[in-house]
Each structure stands twice: as C-alpha cells, then as structure tokens.
C-alpha cells in the first residue's frame, strides 16, 4: 500500500458538456476542502468543454477521437498522482461536503478500496426532487459481489483507492457494456477482491437529464445490461449464478416492454441455463409458463398488462422507447 500522505482526484469524463460542466466545477472550487487535483477527459468534443474547464483550473486531457466515458476515466486515473480517486459525470454536482467527508474515510489505516456517498436526485431543467439513494454499508461489507450483482450503483458516488483500483483493471472498456459500464465496473472491483463500504452522508447530487445516453435509449441500456450479465455469468463462482439469472430476468421484462424481443428473448435463455428454475417474482402462471416456453410467457404477459392495464405502457418513456 502507498505510503503517500492521502489526497483526492476528482475525475471527470466530458464529452459536448459545455452546456453543464460549469456547474459541476463549480462545486468542486467551492468546497469545504478542496480536491488535490481536478482532471477533465474531453472526449473529442465539439464545444467549449476544455476551454471551460481550464478557466476552473482544471488539468485537460482532450482525446482526437471518441472513446467513451470509461476509457475517459482510465486515461485520468493513470495520469493524475493522487492516492484515491472520485469520479463524477459532468452533468452531475457535489454537495460543498464531499472531500471533507471522503477525508474521514482516506485518513483511516484501515479504510476500504470503494465507498459509496448517499446522493439525492433532481430534475436537470427544474430542479425539482426526484428521489434520493441510500447504501447499506453491512451488506457492502459483508458480500460487495452479491451487492454489486444486484444493485444498480453509479460512479459519481464513489469513492476509489487508486492503487487497488488500477491493479484491478479500472473500468471495463468493453463496447458491448457502454450505457451499464458502471455496472460492469464495480462487478470487475468486487471479483478483484476490493473491499467496499458506505457512508450516510448525502454528498452528492444526480440530475436527470432527459437527453442523457441512459434516458434517451432506454432499450440500449437494457441490451448493454445483459452483455455485462453475460459477461459476470462466466466470471462469478457458482453460488452466484441464480443471482445473475435473477437480473436476466428482470432485463427481460424490461426489454420486453419497451418492444425489444431479441434482448428480452436472450435474457431470459441465459438466465434458465444458468438456473433451470422459475423466476422469483412474477404471478403463478408466468412463472409456471417461464420454464416450459420462455418467449410465449415473455409474450403473453406482456400483451395482458397492455390489454388489462394500459396506463402501465402509457408513460411517456415507455411510448419514447419503443419508438412510438
């Protein structure tokens, strides 16, 4: 382990932010302890993204080509010297609390490789509350595999050892899981053997943006969602298969709302070969059907909660992923 005093990059992965970044940065200079370093990849955008972030003091490395947000994130994470690393979407926020908070954990001799931050949600154009997310830090503790595996957890809201986490392979460049790349990223941490925790404090802020890469290709997240279930399914030690067939199922129904058949389709034949058992959830006769003809039970549910519940697919999300 480094014998480095500990400090804090904060690491941000841009691309045509121009529009947002500044918000971002400027909770970071405003700080009630300010970062050791601040990193900006700007992923060949075709605005003022760099330019702004220069004028923050941030230290710019801007790609020719576009690489996606996860080679981004590595490219920065190697260059920059700090001992722990605090990746951020830019556009995201920081509460003023975030590095004193993240002090008391890196100060710690026997602190964790990843600790997630509490975060609350707000509306990108309204500002309005959407929601808030909360860690259980036991259950961290005690399985992070198990955790990671059936949590969906984002990277503005960590907190990583950067020695641990470069050993590990940082995060998952793979094309295929572009969209679920943070779900592939902490499922790599947690096979490496990194151990995880969380902390109470909200120190973070998620804005929902309607014309982000998740929101606005909702079955694409899905079908990135499986390759990276695909991929923990070879990787995971066999107790966790069921978990991972679990998931596939949920994939699957989501797939199938939003009309993409192919995904819903596949999802649902890797979970059975991964667990030959009928789903957890689900009423008696989907679960029954499940089994014996996975694509008619996909199928027919799906057709009698459009029949009997239509203001189920009504939403306005639904409607925007299915094409309609």
């Known amino acids: 382990m480094s014998a480095d005093p500990p400090s804090l990059a904060l690491c941000i ?30 992923d060949a955008s075709t605005d003022d993204t ?53 002090h008391r954990w890196i100060a710690r001799t026997d602190a964790p490789d990843v600790v997630f931050f509490n975060y609350r949600s707000l509306g990108h154009e309204d500002g309005l509350p959407l929601g808030t997310r909360e860690f259980d830090g036991a259950a961290l503790r005690r399985d992070p595999l198990r955790y990671c595996l059936t949590e969906q957890i984002n990277p503005f809201c960590g907190l990583y050892r950067r020695e641990t986490f470069i050993r590990a392979g940082g995060w998952d460049e793979d094309r295929r899981v572009l969209q679920s790349e943070d779900q592939a990223g902490h499922l790599r941490l947690a096979l490496a053997g990194l151990r995880f925790d969380a902390d109470p404090t909200f120190t973070v802020i998620n804005y929902v943006r309607a014309g982000s890469m998740t ?14 279930l695909s991929k ?37 034949a890797l979970a059975l070969r991964l667990a030959p058992r009928p789903p957890n ?11 014996r003809s996975p694509r008619l039970a996909l199928r027919l549910r799906e057709r009698l909660i459009r029949l009997l519940r239509p203001g189920a697919r009504s939403d306005p999300v639904y409607q925007r992923a299915r094409g309609a």
Do not use: M
């Open 215 to 228: 929101t606005s290709n909702l079955p694409g997240a899905q079908r990135s969602t499986f390759e990276v």
């Open 232 to 268: 923990a399914a070879q990787a995971v030690p066999a107790i966790y298969k069921e978990v991972v067939a679990e998931r596939l199922w949920g994939t699957a129904g989501l797939s199938a709302a939003y009309g993409d058949w192919d995904n819903a389709d596949r999802s649902a």
């Open 50 to 102: 760099s330019e702004i972030a220069r004028r923050y003091g941030a230290r710019v490395v801007r790609g020719e080509t576009n690489v996606g947000c996860s080679s981004g994130k590595n490219i920065v994470a190697a260059r920059c010297t700090s001992t722990w690393l605090h990746f951020h979407d830019a556009d995201d926020a920081l509460e003023p609390n975030f590095v004193e908070v993240a």
């Open 281 to 291: 959830s689900g009423s008696g006769w989907f679960r029954w059907l499940s089994v």
């Open 13 to 42: 992965p841009a691309f045509n932010a121009a529009g947002f970044i500044g918000r971002l940065l400027d909770g970071a200079v405003a700080q009630t302890r300010p970062f050791d370093e601040i990193w900006v990849y700007d």
